[in-house]
């Protein structure tokens, strides 16, 4: 796909498993990561960057499995630009049909000065060395230049012209810091394509983040101006206030063609959906008023606008609900439904499953329904999300849980777990209210201690019969654990999201031999 700037056709890379996963509290275990991963297939992203392989072991063993897995997309993995980092990503993306090698190096002279301690020179010695091994080994390199935007145009015109000779097929020009204009950002890139000797050989690339709401904005200009990838993560996930929307720059283009004349190769269809598993996943929950896939983007309260909407939807909806995963009715199953329409409407969300787990998927909706009368894609995806675990090793399993509380009732709660070894041990205790006294059962009786840093609560789809999804994330000795569980009674739900969060926990300890190198994990595109 080199030298296709004329091109109208836009590469969507896609870096949910990568920068996104890397927002705070957003880690992933291996499962959910291979959940999100099938997702994003499905979705047609061209580029899924999955990990960072040199950055820890569970890194490693999530971006092998998904390259192992994962048919369809190129797997790209983040490299720092030294040998160590560009040969633990090209060992874990060893297994995939398509991949490539991504190396990155910061070019500002903030970062130049403070974090690296390089001089011009050493920068782009460094990046081309890195590139020219990585070449050496991998047809597919790209080279980020890591807060591009805050770099001096004549250095970054040297840096990209250098490396597209070290041999780079892709160029990216990160807004690292979220501090890029649209108009501005645009002026960057057209400059670059205007003064880099080699440019037309290469694709060039954006990645932007939102620190204050521009990454879609300077996406868009950039594509423009002439960029042919845009890197961007489900729900807009990632540091600090997150990276470019997937699905808000994909609809845009779309949307707006008459304007950009591009096209991507998304499945717009599945857009809801994959941000349904994103957010499951993750436990970020996507704000109502999110623009695409919030639960409000397409709801009308107002009577003027209902009435506009019954007379012709396009006065005031400018995407049709159903173009981006949305139906009029979500209704997937009722409690007479047959495993044929729910293998059919699995295929529609683009889940694409063995028949052993489609089994157990069907096993798992009849205990729901029995729960809750009507179920819905959200229910779907949700359940999803939690049920493909296996591997986990858990330390403790929730028994029995009896919880009270009312007006003039002190709450409190009784709780069994099973420990691994078979043992059955009951805790009853006093809370200030009725989740409060379940916490303090479990810690008592797996000795954990932790602090509690958020608690969240979310219905998964309407009615009163929805289904609650309950985040926790705590803090143990210096590091954040998250935990979800899914329940139609939300003292249930908030007991296996707390007992997924020790299990992790505990989980750890065995596992942990010797601390990551902090200095490894920070600092990223
Ligand atoms: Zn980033």
């Not at 908030?494 to 920070?522: D, H, M």
Request: aromatic letters at 4%; hydrophobic letters at 40%.
């Amino acid at each position: 796909m080199n030298g296709n700037q004329a091109d109208d056709r836009v590469i969507v890379f896609d870096t949910t498993l990568r920068d996104g996963e890397q927002a705070p509290g957003a880690s992933m275990n291996y499962a959910q990561k291979l959940t999100v991963a099938r997702a994003l297939a499905s979705l047609g992203v061209d580029v899924m960057e999955v990990g960072f392989p040199v950055a820890s072991p569970g890194d490693f063993q999530a971006v092998e499995a998904i390259a192992r897995q994962i048919d369809g997309p190129i797997i790209a993995a983040l490299a720092r630009c030294n040998r160590p980092d560009v040969d633990a990503a090209l060992k874990a993306l060893a297994p995939a049909a398509r991949r490539r090698v991504h190396v990155f190096l910061a070019t500002s002279p903030i970062h130049r000065e403070f974090k690296l301690k390089m001089t011009p020179a050493e920068v782009v010695r460094v990046a081309t060395g890195a590139i020219t091994y990585a070449r050496e080994r991998c047809d597919d390199v790209e080279f980020s230049a890591e807060d591009a935007a805050r770099t001096e145009l004549d250095f970054l015109t040297e840096v990209v012209e250098r490396a597209i000779e070290a041999g780079a097929n892709t160029i990216n020009i990160p807004d690292t810091v979220g501090y890029a204009m649209p108009a501005q950002f645009g002026d960057i890139i057209r400059h670059l394509r205007k003064n880099v000797r080699g440019i037309e050989k290469v694709v060039l690339s954006v990645h932007c983040h939102d620190d204050l709401g521009m990454a879609v904005a300077n996406s868009l200009s950039a594509l423009q101006a002439g960029a042919r990838q845009v890197e961007c993560t489900v729900n807009g996930i990632g540091e600090r206030a997150g990276n470019c929307s997937l699905e808000e720059v994909v609809m845009a283009l779309r949307t707006r063609q008459d304007y950009f004349g591009l096209r991507t190769n998304i499945r717009t269809q599945q857009l809801s959906s994959a941000s349904r598993v994103v957010s499951g996943a993750t436990g970020f929950h996507v704000a109502r008023n999110k623009a695409v896939v919030g639960q409000n983007a397409f709801a009308h309260e107002s009577g003027i606008h209902q009435h506009g909407m019954i007379t012709h939807a396009l006065t005031y909806e400018v995407m049709k609900p159903e173009d981006v995963g949305f139906k009029s009715t979500n209704l997937v199953l009722g409690k007479h439904s047959g495993r044929h329409a729910l293998t059919a409407r699995l295929r529609d969300l683009g889940y694409q499953l063995e028949p052993q787990q489609i089994d157990r998927v069907f096993d798992e909706l009849k205990k729901l329904a029995d729960k809750k009368k009507e179920i819905y894609d959200g229910d779907l995806d949700a359940l999803l999300v939690g049920l493909f675990q296996n591997g986990t090793a858990r330390r403790w399993e929730l028994a029995s849980l009896n919880a009270v509380s009312g007006t003039g009732t002190l709450p409190s709660a009784a709780v069994s777990l099973l420990s691994r070894d078979g043992r059955k041990l009951d805790e009853a205790a006093t809370g200030d209210g009725p989740v409060d006294a379940v916490f303090k059962c479990i810690e008592r009786i797996t000795g954990v201690k932790v602090r509690l840093r958020d608690f969240t609560i979310a219905s998964v789809t309407a009615g009163e019969d929805a289904q609650g999804e309950v985040v926790v994330v705590v803090e143990h000795e210096g590091r954040t654990y998250r935990g979800r569980g899914l329940n139609t009674d939300i003292v249930m739900a908030s007991a296996e999201a707390y007992l997924e969060v020790i299990n992790r926990i505990a989980a750890g300890r065995l596992q942990r031999k010797t601390p990551p190198e902090p200095e490894v994990v920070c600092g990223a595109v």
